[in-house]
């Protein structure tokens, strides 16, 4: 327990969260009635992951959060974050969601990344080039379990970084000749353009969220094994996810990734 920690059990949070998760009905900010440090976050969100291992999910990687300044800007947090994804979570390219599994979610375009071996042998400063083995276009659906998705950084690492759902395209063999630090990013929403960007909102460098996944995994005991997933962060900021929607992401030179969703028509109709 480091000197910040209150000591206050954090058992119950995870609980709340996952209950809030699995019913799809929002709480309230964990901040909003006890001081959380960094440390304790991420212990609730190890906490929340429990839940669903006693569910049967399987951990399959990372997703990072607020690596560009288009969702620093977007949800006023501006420190790097991790969160855990898991089989449950990921829709087939192509596939279909129920709306109606989340509370109010949003949907951003990215790059996915998978691990080869090498990321177990290497350590927390291994050049990201060594560690990756393939690239792929991806969306995430992110849904903050917290009432009208509000909350400090200390809560959204609580809550699983948001991780909801994800969408990987297809994996393109990396090889690091291959420049991806600039490849434009285009969101459709049923066939209408939503949001342009870039690869370069990453960090600057996409690679660099390979370089901050190896790192936080380390320092809070996250797994990355041979093919963990690595979700690079938002290129734009988050789009609201209607009922009955077509999503689509393209990246240049790597293709695009889609998801529909069904369900729930008349919640969103409510929200407008
Ligand atoms: C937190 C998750 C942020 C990203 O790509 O930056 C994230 C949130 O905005 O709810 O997934
Ligand atoms: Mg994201």
């Known amino acids: 327990m480091t000197r910040a920690d209150s000591g206050a059990d954090t058992g119950p949070h995870a609980a709340a969260l996952d209950e809030a998760a699995t019913t799809a009905s929002p709480v309230d900010q964990i901040t909003a009635t006890r001081a959380l440090t960094l440390d304790e976050a991420y212990r609730v969100q190890a906490e929340l992951l429990a839940c669903r291992h006693a569910r049967g999910e399987r951990e399959v990687g990372l997703k990072l959060g607020f690596t560009s300044e288009a969702k620093m800007a977007q949800m006023g947090i501006s420190e790097v974050i991790a969160g855990r994804l898991t ?75 948001s991780a909801a759902g994800y969408v990987t395209g297809p994996w393109t063999a990396f090889d690091r000749a291959h420049d991806i630090t600039n490849l434009g990013v285009m969101l459709e929403t049923d066939g209408q353009l939503a ?21 936080l995994a380390t320092r809070y005991g996250m797994p990355l094994h041979a093919g963990s997933v690595v979700l690079a962060g938002a290129a734009t900021a988050a789009h609201w996810l209607s009922a009955a929607t077509h999503v689509e992401v393209t990246v240049a030179e790597l293709g695009r990734a889609t998801l529909r969703t069904h369900g729930g028509e008349h919640d969103d109709i409510a929200r407008r």
């Not at 709306?99 to 375009?109: G, K, L, M, S």
């Not at 080869?116 to 992110?142: M, T």
């Open 195 to 215: 949001d342009t960007g870039s690869t370069a909102a990453i960090l600057g460098d996409p690679l660099r969220a390979v370089a901050a996944a190896v790192r």
């Open 87 to 161: 089989d449950a979570m990921r829709v087939a390219d192509g596939g279909t969601t129920d709306r109606r599994r989340f509370i109010h979610p949003r949907v951003e375009p990215e790059i996915a990344f998978r691990l080869s071996g090498r990321v177990e042998q290497a350590g927390p400063n291994a050049d990201p080039a060594e560690v990756i083995d393939a690239v792929a276009p991806a969306l995430e659906i992110i849904d903050s379990r917290y009432r009208d998705f509000r909350f400090t950084l200390e809560d959204v690492v609580a809550d699983n970084t």
